[in-house]
């Protein structure tokens, strides 16, 4: 309407419900208004609500989760230099808990220098999937990853896709395993600069909208999200 100080309105779905978000024009916390549940445009209603999980029944997201001492299968997917580092201590909480983990390296970064160092410095074990996307731009990058991941999700059915950070690698792999009815952990969720210019700000969002659990940094990255409407079930320090 041409008033700076009107709010912004951005426009999604999350889960099975559809929501209306309020931006201030100073940046203030989102608010969510909830709408009628969205139909995929040929007249059948999408919701996570009703898919097969491998735990068992159904994987609700408007519902407390299930207990994760069931998940036996985590793939862990990293594709830039700041992934491998926040990957680490995650590879290695649930190998000591005797979890089957599978590491993906989607080559986002792919050259010794922003890779290969990374894994030799920390001790990280050899991919056991490489998917090889290279450079592009956003939307090329993100569907290269998107593309090549899901079948290798398909063949390999985990319980869990945890994904970390906030780069294109980030939130394609998110949506493929939120598509796919797995469970998805964000690492480092919450983060929010509230500058839309920022790639990496919608990488942000878009990831923890489709997440179950959202492992937050810092007070402030749960505090956001509190603000944001996620449930407390959903929220780890």
């Known amino acids: 309407n041409g008033d700076p100080a009107a709010p ?8 099975p419900v559809a929501w209306d978000v309020e931006y201030s024009a100073a940046g203030e916390p989102p608010y969510h208004h ?3 549940d969205e139909s ?3 007249g059948e209603q999408r919701s996570r609500k009703h898919v097969p ?3 068992g029944g159904t994987s609700p997201v408007n519902e407390p989760l299930e207990d994760t001492t069931h998940m036996r299968r985590v793939i862990c997917v990293a594709g830039a230099r ?3 580092i926040k990957i680490k201590p995650v590879l290695d909480a649930l190998e000591r808990r005797a979890v089957e983990t599978v590491l993906v390296h989607t080559g986002q970064h792919y050259d010794a220098g922003m890779s290969g160092v990374f894994f030799e410095e920390l001790g990280i074990r050899p991919p056991d999937h490489s998917l090889e996307v290279g450079s592009g731009t956003h939307a090329v990058q993100t569907a290269r990853v998107m593309t090549a991941f899901e079948p290798l999700l398909k063949r390999i059915c985990p319980d869990l896709v945890v994904v970390v950070g906030d780069v294109n690698s980030t939130v394609a792999c998110a949506l493929v395993a939120a598509k ?3 469970y998805v952990a964000h690492v480092e969720a919450g983060l929010r600069s509230r500058d839309w210019s920022m790639p990496e700000e919608v990488n942000r969002v878009v990831t923890d909208r489709v997440s179950d659990y959202l492992f937050a940094p810092s007070p402030d990255a ?3 999200l509190r603000a944001e409407g996620y449930r407390e079930d ?3 320090l």
Do not use: K
């Not at 912004?8 to 889960?15: A, D, F, L, M, P």
């Open 8 to 15: 912004r309105r951005r426009h999604g779905v999350v889960g």
């Open 34 to 36: 909830r709408l009628e």
């Open 40 to 42: 995929d445009g040929e």
């Open 53 to 55: 999980s491998r735990l």
């Open 82 to 84: 700041p992934n491998f």
């Open 180 to 182: 796919s009815g797995a």
């Open 222 to 224: 749960v505090d956001n």
């Open 234 to 236: 959903q929220i780890h």
